[in-house]
């Protein structure tokens, strides 16, 4: 028997564990009417500066917290506590992802049933939080222009699975090569139709746009069964 076949088996069990996990997160989640989101992206990318962001756009339409997943520190978590927002910290203890149990730990120490949306930072990486569901309801993927216009032909996993795209850092669009067709075509062929949201943490453009989808979305969860 080779080696391979000994692996597979063994990752295809603990993605199953992690899986079911999951499903009792969602259950909690929509348990309490709260709309979840993990965020993804390389380090950097602006994923707390778009929480922050959201927070100052969203102005009280949503009642927000946040769970952030860092390698070691809490220095994200301390800007969103000091932001006013319900803030978790998860390390990781150098994991490159967070998974559901780390998620299932956090979710008590949230006051959700006072919450309308829960934003997950994950580990800033391009690869490895794309394979763990947390039970989130959506993954938002945050790409940015200094990053370059490759990387969704280089990270094919992440873009694929995302259920929306924020372009972040547009205004450095004049002082960066970034070719923004080149860039949304091979989103277009990964992840057809997915909604894109270019946007500025820095000057705000676009942030409008994408809060109030966001808030479509909470309402629309809201009124499943
Ligand atoms: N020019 C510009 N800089 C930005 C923008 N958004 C964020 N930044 C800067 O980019 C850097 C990283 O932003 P963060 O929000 O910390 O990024 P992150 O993805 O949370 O980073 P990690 O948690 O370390 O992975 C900071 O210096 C931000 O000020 C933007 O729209 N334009
Ligand atoms: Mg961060």
Request: glycine share 10%; net charge neutral.
């Amino acid at each position: 028997m080779g080696e391979m076949t000994v692996r597979i088996p063994v990752v295809e069990n603990i993605l199953s564990a992690n899986d079911r996990m999951a499903a009792l997160n969602r259950e909690r989640l929509d348990g309490a009417g709260v709309l979840a989101i993990n965020f993804m992206a390389s380090p950097g990318a602006g994923k707390t500066s778009v929480i922050l962001k959201t927070l100052e756009a969203l102005n009280g339409r949503l009642r927000m917290g946040v769970v952030e997943g860092d390698l070691a520190t809490s220095i994200d978590a301390e800007k969103a506590a000091a932001a006013g927002l319900p803030a978790v910290q998860i390390n990781t203890g150098g994991g490159c992802h967070l998974d559901a149990a780390m998620l299932a730990e956090a979710l008590p120490a949230l006051p959700l049933s006072d919450l309308d949306l829960l934003i997950i930072e994950n580990v800033g990486n391009l690869v490895c939080p794309a394979n763990f569901r947390l039970g989130t309801h959506l993954d938002v993927l945050i790409a940015s222009v200094p990053e370059g216009d490759d990387k969704p032909y280089k990270y094919p996993g992440m873009y694929r699975g995302a259920h929306a795209l924020l372009i972040n850092k547009i205004d450095l669009l004049p002082y960066v090569p970034f070719r923004m067709d080149y860039f949304r075509r091979g989103v277009e062929i990964l992840n057809p139709g997915v909604e894109i949201f270019p946007v500025s943490c820095r000057t705000g453009e676009g942030i409008a746009r994408w809060t109030d989808w966001l808030v479509g979305r909470a309402r629309a969860g809201r009124r499943q069964p």
